[in-house]
């Protein structure tokens, strides 16, 4: 019974829907790659870099789609190197996510020193 | 354990990239779980750490003083041993036939899924050799923090090394000279170690880029 009251509770579903939320985005942008044959194991720091960026735009005034614009650039960044020149897709992946995660972490940790 | 992405790849065509990485977290988590209950050092005010090694069981030091431990030479070993198996063996021939084009090594009468089969236990015996020659040689005790980002990291190496088994321990050392020195700098000098994931992911597409851009040739008419 118990069980049954906390997945009845308003506060269950709110959180659940709560995670999920940033779960649909990634899920959408990842999609749309492999529906295109494109693994994007950049997924994961870009989205740190657009969460920054989201951020930083907030913090000096400009719109938040200065995050979703950052977040498009390293996407135009993986697609180069994966469509045209035809690199390894997990290779280029996985060195998006350590470009986007350490630039973001260089940028943070400059900006807060 | 490397067996079960492997055999997944050979009989049912599952993706490699997908299943390693999502079997990571499987493993962390299954070496978590003895780590939390039953090995764990009684002593060690409950961290999730494991007793530590017996001083018979510990890899020696090859200079007294320094954490430099005889892992690193079974590290050259193997690499060496890894070179004479990609250049001078059968199963080495195959292994190079299947990357660069499986479906004509199929022809040729290789059996692909044996040579999957084959180079997923040869490296998943090296990752394993990874882990050990740290706890037996570094930290003597087993954490689920022994390598941060290690895995990744020697994917950078690889690439960097042109997958050549003897390079690999010069990319590796150039590598960990970027990482000890991003530690000594960020000490000194107050810059973020961050630099040195930034110049690696960096180093990482640059390299992919050239080598792909070597393959062209310039041609004259």
Known sequence: MELLDFLLSASFWAAAIRIASPLIFATLGQLICERAGVLNLGIEGIMVAGAFDGWMAVYSGTGLWMGVAVGMLFGLLHSTLTAPFGLPQHVVGLGVTLLATSATYLCLSARTA | ?221
Do not use: C
């Not at chain 2, 050979?10 to 999502?22: H, K």
């Not at chain 2, 090394?161 to 990482?179: E, H, S």
């Not at chain 2, 107050?190 to 070597?214: G, H, S």
């Open chain 2, 1 to 221: 354990m490397l067996l079960v992405p492997a055999l997944l790849k050979a009989r049912f065509g599952v993706n490699e990239v997908v299943t390693t990485l999502l079997f990571n977290f499987i493993f962390l988590l299954f070496i978590s779980m003895p780590l939390e209950a039953p090995l764990k050092d009684p002593m060690d005010m409950g961290w999730p750490k494991s007793a530590r090694v017996l001083q018979e069981a510990r890899l020696p030091r090859i200079v007294d003083g320094l954490r430099l431990h005889w892992g690193f030479g079974l590290a050259i070993l193997s690499a060496v041993l890894v070179w004479i198996i990609q250049t001078r063996s059968t199963l080495g021939y195959e292994m190079r036939a299947v990357g660069n084009n499986p479906e004509a090594a199929r022809f040729a009468g290789i059996s692909v899924n044996m040579v999957l089969i084959k180079t997923a236990l040869l490296s998943g015996g090296l990752a394993t050799l990874a882990g050990f020659s740290e706890v037996a040689g570094l930290k003597g005790s087993l954490t689920l923090d022994l390598f941060p980002g290690f895995g990744y990291t020697s994917i950078i190496v690889a690439m960097l090394a042109l997958l050549n088994p003897i390079g690999v321990i010069f990319a590796a050392l150039f590598v960990a000279g970027i990482f000890v020195g991003a530690d000594t700098m960020s000490r000194s000098a107050n810059v973020p170690t961050y630099l040195a994931d930034f110049m690696l992911a960096t180093a990482l597409l640059l390299m992919v880029l050239t080598i792909m851009l070597t393959r062209f040739r310039v041609v004259r008419d």
